[in-house]
């Protein structure tokens, strides 16, 4: 960078950016959900609960939830992603896939139950945390649920926004973005993944509540 120059601030990747990197980089944080993600459904919302998968990127955690007899649609704002998300599931699933920007478009009927696995904290700002929070009421029926896994800062020094990679948030920053439309219900601390110094970090799972309106 040039002496003097400004960093420019964090912002979420684009459609065209998430385009290029799912054809140049391979997805080493796409695997299936550990033990708890299934804890949490079976315990609030067991199949054969409609779920909107937002964010789906491969189709990885749809297909694991449609293994488990939800009834699954899945999308993203990836034309690649979801291209490979299609190539990837065998004939006879049950998962629908379709390209969508939640925070440009909603569906006409809203879900009882939608789940964002890893895509909130690819918002590295609180006025991008909030927008998609919106996003995710609009598309959560009233007195539905919003189930959230994403990283966790669990203190205010390990806090970190950035626009490449996770953006780690407190309970405080989470809580304010959500506040508006969601009610929590269940907050747990797990590992997202389960691969050795590749998703094996602290995320947040949670259970949300849409308040009625």
């Given amino acids: 960078m040039p002496h003097g120059e400004a960093a420019s601030p964090p912002r979420s ?15 080493g944080w796409d695997e299936e959900p550990p033990p708890v993600l299934g804890e949490l459904l079976a315990e609030h919302a067991p199949p054969p609960t409609p779920v909107m998968d937002v964010g789906c990127g491969l189709g990885t955690t749809a297909r694991w939830l449609a293994d ?11 034309t690649r992603a979801i291209t490979a998300a299609r ?8 998962v629908r896939y379709e390209v969508l920007d939640v925070t440009a478009h909603a569906p006409r ?20 945390r909030r927008t998609f929070a919106g ?15 994403g990283a966790a800062a669990l203190s ?3 806090a970190l926004d950035q626009s490449s990679g996770p953006s780690w948030t407190t309970e405080e920053t989470f ?6 439309w ?3 219900v269940d907050l747990r601390i797990a590992d997202f993944g389960r691969r050795p110094g590749v998703t094996d970090w602290p995320a947040r799972y949670a259970v949300l509540r849409r308040r009625e309106v």
Avoid: N
């Avoid at 009927?109 to 991008?128: A, Y």
């Fill in 156 to 158: 205010e020094e390990e």
């Fill in 109 to 128: 009927d809203p879900f009882p139950v939608v789940l964002d696995r890893g895509v909130l904290h690819t918002c590295p700002t609180d006025r991008e």
């Fill in 182 to 184: 969601f009610t929590v």
């Fill in 13 to 27: 990747l684009s459609a065209a950016e998430w385009d290029r990197t799912y054809d140049s980089a391979t997805a």
């Fill in 87 to 94: 190539r990837r599931t065998p004939p006879g699933s049950t």
């Fill in 135 to 149: 996003s995710m009421a609009r598309l959560c029926r009233p007195g539905g649920l919003w189930i959230h896994v």
């Fill in 175 to 180: 809580l304010e973005a959500v506040d508006t």
């Fill in 68 to 78: 488990r007899s939800y009834t699954v649609t899945a999308c993203d704002f990836s």
